[in-house]
């Protein structure tokens, strides 16, 4: 489930917000914003009802929106599962097509065996995924069984 952006500057930096004001203010469920105080947005104080300071709520969501953005470095896929970028394991790495010049790098997070995905331009690969072995595939994965050319390949990393 995408959580869906919110735009910090909508909170007014020295007023104070309960819970439902901060809700209303941004147009998100109550138990978002009791989410971001479980995710590290820190209460004025331990009172109740339990009121944030704008400062700080901006703060904090200007903090997890660029967190957000993080690019991958070269040679790295998301992981959703580890919440980082991964290398890909054994550095092999498959390109899909999905439109003329453009595709998703799929390959499989070196730490938890997750399959990663990042959209790229066909153009784009070998600056993307230096030192990687880039199998080009055929659109989506076919379920026909049919034997792939790359297992053959031998698996030695080179550095
Ligand atoms: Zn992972």
Known sequence: MPARRVNPNRVKLHRSYSVEELARCLDVHKNTVRHWQAKGL???????PVLFQGAAVRDFLTKRNSSRKTPCSPGTLYCFRCREPR???L???DFVPMRPGSGNLRAICECCET????????VDIAKVMPGCTVQFTQGQPSLSGQTAPSLNCDFKRTG
């Open 42 to 48: 820190v209460p004025i104080d331990k009172g109740r």
């Open 115 to 122: 399959v990663m995905h990042r959209r790229v331009r066909e």
């Open 91 to 93: 550095g092999m790495v």
């Open 87 to 89: 290398a890909p394991a």
